[in-house]
T-cell receptor, first 114, second 115 residues
Framework: EAGVAQSPRYKIIEKRQSVAFWCNPI?????LYWYQQILGQGPKLLIQ????????DSQLPKDRFSAERLKGVDSTLKIQPAKLEDSAVYLC????????????FGQGTRLTVV | AQSVTQLDSHVSVSEGTPVLLRCNYS??????LFWYVQHPNKGLQLLLK??????LVKGINGFEAEFKKSETSFHLTKPSAHMSDAAEYFC?????????????FGKGTTLSVSS
């Protein structure tokens, strides 16, 4: 079974630029999460989708971050404009449905804002 | 709201000795609890999970954890450490499997294994 695919693996941008990350979930997984992991910390939830609807985006900095899940499959996370403190690894995770909370993680996108 | 506290930021053991990584949780409901491992430059991998079945949960690579409701703990143990166990370990709580609430991570414990 193919895992959660994320791209790019690494990205370096200057502050105030924009950036987008892409996630392709495991086939059939209805629930999709985006997490932010700052160096030395545990992952922090940014947004949770159930199919193409948002379940929880309470911790998403909506003035600069946005996310969508097209047709309930692939998802993109965008930052515009980026700040230095956005430097982190952005992790996508998916699970089969809301009744099964075991999540499978992609390898993440490491973002460096300079 | 649920939360999880990993009591040690760093644990060092010798190869062949027991491992204990401590985790306490806070949850308003009957929680699901997980341990994930993260090796350098690799993705998060599920070690084991507790979802209201047996309180002693066995996972991969010889790890196990015991759910103790009275102590609100879910400590991770392994009888004998191996060099390959060196990694970052995260204790994770989810409040309601039925609601599909998100996984809330602890800050992590770095496990070092010396020969």
């Amino acid at each position: 079974e193919a895992g959660v695919a994320q791209s790019p693996r690494y990205k370096i941008i200057e502050k105030r630029q924009s950036v987008a990350f892409w996630c392709n979930p495991i086939s059939g997984h209805a629930t999709l999460y985006w997490y932010q992991q700052i160096l030395g910390q545990g992952p922090k939830l940014l947004i949770q989708f159930q199919n193409n609807g948002v379940v929880d985006d309470s911790q998403l900095p909506k003035d600069r971050f946005s996310a969508e899940r097209l047709k309930g499959v692939d998802s993109t996370l965008k930052i515009q404009p980026a700040k230095l403190e956005d430097s982190a690894v952005y992790l996508c995770a998916t699970s089969y449905n809301r009744g099964n909370t075991e999540a499978f993680f992609g390898q993440g996108t490491r973002l460096t804002v300079v | 709201a649920q939360s999880v506290t990993q009591l040690d930021s760093h644990v060092s053991v010798s190869e062949g000795t027991p491992v204990l990584l401590r985790c306490n949780y806070s949850s308003s409901y009957s929680p699901s609890l997980f341990w994930y491992v993260q090796h350098p430059n690799k993705g998060l991998q599920l070690l084991l999970k507790y979802t209201s079945a047996a309180t002693l949960v066995k996972g991969i690579n010889g790890f196990e954890a015991e759910f103790k409701k009275s102590e609100t703990s879910f400590h991770l143990t392994k009888p004998s450490a191996h060099m390959s166990d060196a990694a970052e370990y995260f204790c994770v709580v989810s409040d309601s499997p039925q609601a599909g609430t998100a996984l809330i991570f602890g800050k992590g414990t770095t496990l070092s294994v010396s020969s």
